[in-house]
């Protein structure tokens, strides 16, 4: 595949419009609709790296779809310990707190 239908995979991915991708890129949106038209146009890099950031994927990804370039989200450890505490009936969460502020 190339930029064209990587750029559509991850348009489509994320769920974002053509205008929605263009606010927040910086780029117009007539520019990226010929990105995506049969045109088969490729940005300049700085553009390329525009659309990338606004995507939140990989210049790579766009140009090459290579999915190993996507950037992997990883859970810290705060966002575990978070997701654990939410899960707990309030009693064990009360006395969670109590530990916290006995620190």
Do not use: W
């Amino acid at each position: 595949m190339g930029f064209k239908e990587n750029l559509r995979a991850e348009l489509d991915y994320k769920g974002m419009l053509v205008k929605e991708l263009a606010k927040k890129s910086g780029i117009k949106k007539q520019t990226i609709d010929n990105y995506l038209s049969a045109h088969n146009s490729m940005p300049n890099a700085e553009t390329a790296v525009k659309l990338a950031r606004a995507l939140e994927t990989s210049v790579e990804f766009l140009v090459c779809g290579k999915e190993a370039a996507r950037p992997k989200k990883t859970k810290k450890d705060h966002d575990i310990l978070l997701e654990n505490y939410q899960r707990l009936v309030p009693q064990k969460k009360k006395l969670i707190l109590d530990l916290i502020l006995a620190l």
